[in-house]
């Protein structure tokens, strides 16, 4: 069984009269610690998708089994549980809180787990640490460098160690070389056991993963798993 | 769950996380607290002004008025004609006999024409004996006052008040001058020194004599009024109802006389001026309210301002109540460190009041420090629900889609 199932999925924006269907018959299967890319112009439903994945969204229509329970069928308490014990979400933007230091933004999920502070500093230490991270922890995000952030997002996204990872463009606000080094971080997770999701629109991101979902007009145009395409970035 | 040491210190990281927003709504909230404490202390310390007032005219007096105010109906006195009975001076020394009497004055006042060889002057003159100066709480400029004996004796003496002194004798010594009043002539043995009116008359411009002297010089038996101390608080009931039975048993059966207290009087006052604080008070919580509604606004703006912080919450695994837990939490705390900044200016204020006017006892009254306090964290608690609930409401994918 299929750790993410997506089953004739449709989601319809009202747009003034006329009604967007961003997501039209979506139907995938995500097993346990894939690296999948999802590539497709602006429009085309990939972080529709994504937020659909992540239970921020909610499908017109279909369903979708997170580990072999139907998530739609979740109230608003259930869902914002699943999200923190499942689902770590990296954003473009990192979305770190402004006024919470370095430690403290990884901390938060842990927060909302209500787990006590001496397990939480245990854990955001080796998260530090894992991310070469521990001499910023007292950083406001203000004071750190973009990688730098996106790096603390990823810690937090992965702190109360979900099953899948979902990236948004993580590497959109970022140069070169930092971009590099998250991906990077993002991989050596994801070889670690991590369901890895991706949202792209740079086709040299893509090709690192070794499956890859085109997205056209809220349609799948194509789903295609190559075994090779890893192994050439490695 | 979240843990209630988490949602405390989420609330004050907050706080210090937007200081201008902070200052703010601390501002309203400690200038509305601060208002309601000043105001009520200016008006506990009227009301214990005109208290103390009252008290320095002479406490525990009991006064007895010739006449009944009441209407009892179709009595013996309408009946058979007959008009109330004088208050006489046997009467006024009957009720000297009680343990609870202290001084006892009777009072006779009439008008007078006083002259001094070419000098004249309209006065009013007061016939008593020597109590009176004890029970309204007299001094003497000069002199002596009335002497302590019988009261039926007309000695000519008379003490007189600043204002006569002045205009008759001028830079002339009064002590010991003989004045004359109608046709008698009075010795002047004392000058008062009191100012001030006092039962509706010019102290600086009275002359008085012995009671027994102003009814021979104005001719009649009877008496104005009898003022009576007594001994405690608790023993006034006790000494109306003697001065009630003693003087019915004097005038055949009827009670032909009004007994008011100085007490009745002073309890009309203080009820004016408690409701004066009190509106004075509710006026200051309007401002209270005001500060609550300014804590909603900026709650609504901050709310606005961190969308993408709530969305991210949401995202991290918060639920809708706990949203509404975290920023009802941090409002509270606004709002009591502001209503606990508002004790303190309004201690200090009223401190403030009672150094510029050493003669208001300006304290805040306990209930106005309690209620200002409450209505303070309720209104910021209150007004931040809104917020609360819009934040907790939106969406997420929205709110994060903001870069």
Not at chain 1, 155 to 171: F, G, H, K, N, Q
Not at chain 2, 356 to 361: G, M, N, T
């Amino acid at each position: 069984m299929a750790m993410i199932k997506l089953e004739n999925i449709h989601r319809n924006f009202q747009v003034g009269d006329q009604v967007v269907h961003a997501l039209d018959d979506i139907n995938i299967d995500i097993q346990q610690g894939e690296y999948v890319s999802i590539m497709g112009p602006s429009g085309s439903g990939k972080s529709t998708l994504l937020n659909l994945i992540g239970l921020l969204d909610h499908p017109s229509s279909g369903a979708y089994y997170l580990n072999d329970r139907n998530v739609t069928e979740l109230n608003e308490l259930e869902e914002a549980q699943a999200r923190n014990k499942n689902i770590g979400f990296v954003f473009q933007s990192f979305h770190l809180v402004p006024r919470l230091t370095a430690a403290q933004n990884i901390e938060l999920p842990l927060v909302f787990a209500g787990i006590a502070p001496d397990i939480r500093n245990k854990k955001v230490e080796k998260a530090l640490a894992g991310l070469s991270l521990t001499d910023r922890a007292q950083h406001k995000p203000e004071q750190l460098s973009g990688g730098q952030r996106q790096r603390v997002a990823i810690a937090r996204a992965t702190i109360t160690e979900p099953s899948v990872l979902l990236a948004d463009e993580p590497t959109g606000n970022l140069d070169q070389k930092s971009g590099h080094d998250v991906m990077k971080t993002l991989e050596d997770l994801n070889k670690r056991g991590i369901t890895l999701i991706m949202v792209t629109h740079d086709v040299v991101l893509a090709d690192r993963s070794p499956r890859s979902i085109k997205m056209i007009d809220g349609r799948i145009e194509s789903d295609i798993t190559d075994q090779t395409s890893h192994a050439t970035h490695e | 769950m979240l843990r209630t040491n988490d949602v405390i210190t989420f609330g004050w990281q907050a706080i210090k996380g937007y200081r201008a927003r902070t200052l703010l709504m601390l501002l309203a909230m400690s200038i509305g607290v601060a208002s309601v404490l000043m105001l009520t202390s200016l008006g506990e310390g009227a009301r214990q002004y005109v208290r103390g007032e009252f008290a320095s005219l002479g406490t525990n007096l009991v006064i007895v008025i010739p006449g009944r105010s009441e209407t009892a109906g179709a009595g013996l006195g309408t009946m058979t004609g007959v008009t109330p009975r004088d208050l006489t001076l046997a009467d006024a020394k009957a009720l000297t006999r009680n343990p609870n009497v202290v001084h006892t004055a009777p009072l006779n006042v009439g008008a007078a024409e006083v002259s001094w060889q070419s000098r004249k002057r309209e006065v009013t003159v007061m016939g008593s004996n020597s109590d009176l100066l004890k029970i309204r709480h007299w001094t003497l400029a000069r002199g002596k006052f009335l002497p302590n004996t019988d009261w039926d004796r007309a000695t000519p003496v008379c003490v007189i008040g600043s204002k006569i002194r002045d205009e008759i004798f001028g830079a002339h010594n009064a002590m010991g001058q003989w004045i004359r009043l109608g046709q008698n002539r009075y010795r002047v043995i004392g000058i008062l020194a009191s100012e001030g009116r006092s039962i509706g008359i010019d102290v600086g411009e009275v002359v008085i004599i012995p009671v027994a002297s102003a009814q021979s010089l104005f001719n009649v038996p009877s008496l104005f009024r009898i003022f009576i101390e007594v001994k405690s608080r608790a023993a006034i009931p006790k000494v109306i109802k003697f001065t009630q039975d003693t003087i019915r048993a004097r005038h055949q059966g009827e009670e032909d006389v009004t007994v008011i207290t100085q007490d009745a009087v002073l309890a009309t006052f203080d009820r004016i001026l408690g409701a004066l604080t009190y509106a004075v008070g509710g006026i200051a919580a309007i401002s209270l309210v005001v500060a609550g509604i300014l804590i909603m606004n900026v709650m609504l703006v901050a709310v606005s301002q961190r969308t993408a912080e709530i969305g991210l919450l949401k995202a991290l695994g918060a639920s809708t109540r706990e949203i509404i837990l975290l920023i009802l939490v941090e409002a509270l705390l606004l709002s009591s460190i502001g209503g606990v900044i508002g004790l303190i200016i309004g201690q200090l204020g009223s401190w403030g009041i009672r150094v510029a006017l050493p003669d208001l006892q300006a304290y805040p009254p306990t209930w106005a420090v309690v209620t200002s306090f409450l209505v303070a964290i309720t209104t910021g608690a209150l007004f931040s629900l809104l917020p609360a609930r819009k934040a907790s409401k939106l969406d997420p994918v929205i709110a994060l889609s903001k870069r």
